[in-house]
């Protein structure tokens, strides 16, 4: 085949979604060409316009948390960030954590290091439906258990956690819930205060459209007091105090704001929010369970997580017997103009649950700009590769 000729299908959207809405682009373009200045750093009509810019991110983030304060919305510059607020803010020698065994690195490296420190940690283990059990997390709970930390959905199987569930065992024990929700952000219907969520780190460049570089922490009204900053410095507030301001969002977002990222951010935001989240929800499980129905028919692939496309997000993992996940991969971009993720996808433990370890799975992440055609496309070439030909 000529792949000059071909169109590219990119089905890496779990890692970074592309393409962007026109909107996303031409915010940022708006910005560093009619505003460019500093917000809060001025009290000229340049500031104030940049000070709108992110004020505007910040409420239609919270819009689409369900957050009733917009100055709840902590600004950082990606969810690995935001984790690292909430968990070395948070957790003190002696305390304990639950968490599972489905996490990204941006949760268990951070748990790691304090491990190191005198935090304690379980991990739960992998269910047989590819998910979290929520019976196992309550008798993992300790007299010392503070927190209990959990991603939405695994970034490798796709399962969807039970967030809700481990939110009300966590208000009844007087534990805080910390939820990574890199791969549901704008995808999955998200309520924070309904859920019971105490903490949620989000990225911009995945299923919020907006560019790398954005992200942030939902805190719970009252929590930020328990949580020291993992940065100090100028703020543009207080200026005339040398030890930083404990409210927010300013006791977390030291020093200048990405403000051209987060013009971005708020308008792939709101363009997730005109569509909505269900109706992207809809689109994209109806993509999964399109390529999940294909996939079993082809010989030799093995598929990991959720046989049920309600129960995963758009995130499909997959390996081909006889062919490495990097033989697969490279022959889907080489042949067919078909980019994918092999490997382990900077979640080790996860790989391990699964059996996968350590040359990991072929990954395929579906966006609402996939379309139909291109699943079949994709299809095709994976059976191609599986039988030899």
Not at 35 to 54: E, T, W
Not at 148 to 177: C, D, F, Y
Not at 210 to 221: D, E
Not at 286 to 292: C, K, M, Y
């Amino acid at each position: 085949m000529n792949s000059a000729v071909m169109e590219t299908l990119y089905f890496d959207n779990a890692a970074t979604s592309w393409p962007k809405p026109a909107e996303v682009p031409a915010a940022m373009e708006r910005y560093l060409s009619r505003i460019g200045a500093s917000p809060g750093r001025s009290g000229h009509r340049l500031s104030l316009d940049a000070g709108r810019v992110i004020l505007e991110a910040r409420e239609a983030m919270a819009c689409l948390l369900g957050a009733d304060d917009p100055l709840r919305i902590v600004f950082t510059k990606n969810a690995t960030e935001a984790l690292n607020i909430a968990l070395q803010g948070l957790l003190n020698p002696g305390d304990h954590v639950i968490t599972s065994a489905l996490e990204h690195n941006s949760v268990m490296r951070p748990l790691r290091a304090l491990e190191a420190e005198g935090v304690s940690l379980s991990v739960l283990p992998f269910s047989d439906r590819g998910g979290l059990d929520p019976g196992e997390i309550r008798p993992a709970i300790r007299p010392n258990t503070r927190a209990i930390v959990l991603t939405h959905a695994s970034n490798v199987t796709g399962a969807i956690l039970p967030i809700a569930a481990a939110g009300r065992i966590a208000r009844e024990q007087g534990l805080v819930l910390i939820v990574d929700a890199a791969q549901t952000a704008g995808a999955v219907p998200i309520a924070v205060e309904e859920m019971g969520i105490d903490l949620l780190a989000f990225t911009g460049h995945k299923s919020l459209f907006g560019p790398p570089g954005t992200g942030g922490l939902y805190i719970r009204a009252g929590l930020e007091e328990r949580i020291r900053p993992l940065t100090r410095g100028g703020t543009g507030s207080r200026s005339e105090f040398e030890e930083h301001p404990l409210f927010l969002p300013d006791k977390f977002e030291a020093g200048t704001p990405n403000t051209v990222g987060l013009a971005g951010l708020a308008a792939g935001v709101t363009w997730v929010l005109a569509r909505g989240v269900e109706a992207i929800r809809a689109r994209e499980e109806a993509l999964a369970g399109r390529f999940l129905c294909g996939l079993r028919e082809i010989p030799r692939i093995e598929l990991y997580g959720p046989t049920e496309p309600s129960q995963r997000i758009a995130v499909v993992s997959f390996t081909i017997s006889g062919l490495t996940p990097a033989e697969v991969a490279q022959g889907l971009d080489e042949k067919f103009d078909i980019l994918s993720r092999p490997g382990l996808h900077c979640a080790p433990a996860a790989h391990r649950a699964i059996g996968t370890f350590p040359q990991g799975t072929v990954r395929f992440g579906f966006g609402p700009f996939t379309r139909e055609p291109e699943i079949d496309t994709a299809l095709e070439a994976l059976r191609t590769l599986a039988e030899g030909r």
